[in-house]
């Protein structure tokens, strides 16, 4: 018998890690425990040359696996749309406040078209001249229960993932401040002495959902039947605005979101147990301003004009 023994040699696992037989490993998807055969010796003549004896023992040598790719998380946000959902959160523990205060910071930031009346002489708003400027945009930072700012972040999370993505935190960021402050400008421009403040992030959803569609049924993206990765799929070019009102998908998705918001507005359909109702004007207004305004802020370059109906190759290849 030859003292060289193919068992008496390491043996290379299945995730990489050596083990000498006899031994015990560990399935990779189960929790049963497997027992490796006992090692096995080559019987050989004296004569047989040492590379004859070295090719066999290679040859029962195990190969080396590569290491198990990692699997991307089921739902991932981008940074600087989990800071912006944090800090609406953050901002509406201001309902833990005394009802004195807690409304003070309504008259303050929240947008109330009255405070712009030139007519109005005698009545003096929380926040003086500079609460013109801020609340333009403040007044998207705060909700009025935990259904609205639930309805505005859930409606938030597909779109604005693929926008943050896209834009990046800053470009992000002052696009939702410039939504926000269309919202404002169609509220003012439709409730011009309305005193009641007006509140809530709708305005700047809806402008990012809008933003989000001038990409979104794009071959490759988002919410296309051919999708890449969430990061691909976010950087797929944007198809011109004149190009994107062709596409059929597109014109389905503007008929149903203004829809159901004529239809919020005319029904005065309040939101939650306080009743308030739904400021409609200004979610068109946020929607029109990130429909017109999203080629500003993309940093993407734009699709060529032969792309224009590659989202309509693309369902036709579904068929």
Same mark, same amino acid.
């Given at each position: ?170 470009? +992000?960021?002052? #696009?939702?401040?410039?939504? $926000?402050? !269309?919202? /404002?400008?169609?509220?003012? =421009?439709?409730?011009? %002495? *309305? ?26 993206? +988002?919410?296309? #039947?051919?999708?890449?990765? $969430?990061? !691909?799929? /976010?950087?797929?070019?944007? =198809?011109?605005?004149? %190009? *994107? ?36 004007? !200004? ?37």
């Amino acid at each position: 018998m030859c003292p060289r023994s193919l068992g008496a040699r390491e043996k290379i696992g299945t995730q990489g890690r050596a083990f000498s037989e006899p031994s015990l490993f560990l399935c990779r998807l189960c929790t049963c425990t497997v027992r490796v055969k006992p090692p096995i010796s080559v019987e050989c003549s004296p004569s047989y040359p040492s590379e004859v004896l070295d090719s066999l023992e290679s040859q029962s040598d195990m190969p080396e696996l590569p290491p198990d790719t990692p699997r991307e998380p089921i739902l991932t946000l981008p940074g600087a749309l989990t800071a912006y959902v944090a800090l609406l959160a953050v901002i509406h523990l201001r309902v833990l406040l005394p009802p004195e205060l807690e409304n003070w910071t309504i008259d303050v930031f929240g947008f109330i078209p009255k405070r712009y009346d030139a007519t109005l002489l005698d009545i003096t708003f929380p926040g003086g001249a500079g609460a013109k400027v801020w609340t333009f945009v403040t007044y998207s930072l705060l909700h009025a229960n935990l259904t609205h700012i639930g309805f505005n972040v859930l409606w938030l999370l597909p779109f604005g993932s693929a926008l943050a993505r896209r834009f990046g935190a800053v470009r +992000f960021f002052l #696009f939702m401040a410039v939504t $926000a402050a !269309a919202g /404002a400008l169609a509220h003012l =421009l439709t409730h011009e %002495h *309305a005193i009641a403040p007006m509140i809530g992030a709708s305005a700047s959803v809806s402008g990012a959902m809008a933003a989000a569609i001038r990409f979104a049924f794009a071959q490759g993206s +988002f919410l296309s #039947f051919s999708r890449g990765d $969430a990061d !691909a799929a /976010a950087k797929v070019p944007a =198809l011109p605005l004149v %190009h *994107a009102l062709r596409n059929g998908r597109v014109l389905g998705f503007l008929a149903v979101w203004f829809g159901v918001n004529i239809i919020f507005g005319i029904g005065s359909i309040s939101i939650g147990a306080d009743g308030a109702n739904v400021a409609w004007q !200004a979610h068109i207004g946020g929607f029109l301003a990130g429909l017109m305004l999203f080629s500003l802020f993309d940093p993407v370059p734009r699709a060529a004009a032969h792309a224009a109906d590659a989202s309509s190759q693309d369902e036709a290849d579904r068929v």
